[in-house]
């Protein structure tokens, strides 16, 4: 379950929930702001992208309500022991983290342990009573890959919620099974989890 924090006394509201979005390399990126704006309708927003994924976001309309946070972020602002570091507090400040697209090559690296960039090191870092949500999005045969079926079976022991993909035509022409989830179907597995109260 999410860590939440207590409601304040005295009949006031509880705090909007905090959810970290992120997005990594796949052309289902360009849904990445549509998401981002439905979620932050009811919940305060903060994003991350990799440097793959910022290829097909458009950042001049990237709603601005929504800090997005990249890789070039990560060490920018830190001088000395006892500054932030990004990772972490952006760990510290989500309820619960939803990566959406996730590429095949960022599945391979959570999977294995790496953590290179901002996002993974999110996760590497992610404190696993919050919750983790991923919407996987890749070719067809890259989804029905050996390697895929083994990657997922390891994030899920981590705890990590699968969001399945759809079958459709994908961007790279190919009819299969492998585009991500839409944008309101993330959003409404998260509504589920929080609560109705937030729509």
């Known amino acids: 379950m999410a860590?939440?924090?207590?409601a304040p006394s005295q009949g006031a509201h509880p705090r909007r929930p905090r959810v970290l979005l992120a997005a990594s390399g796949s052309v289902a990126a360009i849904k990445f702001e549509a998401l981002c704006r439905s979620?932050?309708?009811?919940?305060?927003?903060r994003a991350v992208a990799t440097t793959s994924a910022l290829h097909f976001i458009d950042r001049a309309s990237f709603p601005s309500v929504v800090?997005?946070?990249?890789?070039?972020?990560?060490?920018?602002?830190?001088?000395r022991v006892g500054d932030e570091v990004l990772h972490i507090e952006l760990r510290r400040w989500a309820d619960a983290l939803v990566i959406a697209p996730?590429?095949?090559?960022t599945l391979a690296k959570i999977a294995g342990?790496?953590?290179d960039n901002l996002l993974t090191c999110v996760v590497r870092a992610w404190d696993y009573s919050k919750p983790v949500y991923v919407a996987p999005a890749m070719n067809t045969l890259m989804w029905d890959n050996p390697f895929t079926a083994r990657h997922l079976g390891t994030?899920?022991?981590?705890?990590?919620?699968v969001i399945p993909p759809v079958?459709?035509?994908?961007?790279?022409?190919?009819?299969?099974?492998?585009?991500?989830?839409?944008?309101?179907?993330?959003?409404?597995?998260?509504?589920?989890?929080?609560?109705?109260?937030?729509?």
Do not use: Y
């Open 113 to 115: 342990g790496l953590c």
């Open 3 to 6: 860590t939440q924090e207590p």
């Open 67 to 79: 800090a997005l946070h990249t890789d070039d972020d990560e060490w920018s602002r830190w001088r």
């Open 39 to 45: 979620v932050a309708e009811w919940a305060d927003v």
């Open 102 to 105: 996730l590429s095949a090559n």
């Open 167 to 199: 079958t459709k035509r994908l961007a790279c022409g190919d009819h299969g099974n492998g585009a991500m989830a839409e944008p309101s179907e993330i959003c409404r597995t998260l509504i589920l989890f929080f609560g109705p109260q937030h729509l």
């Open 155 to 161: 994030v899920r022991e981590l705890g990590v919620s």
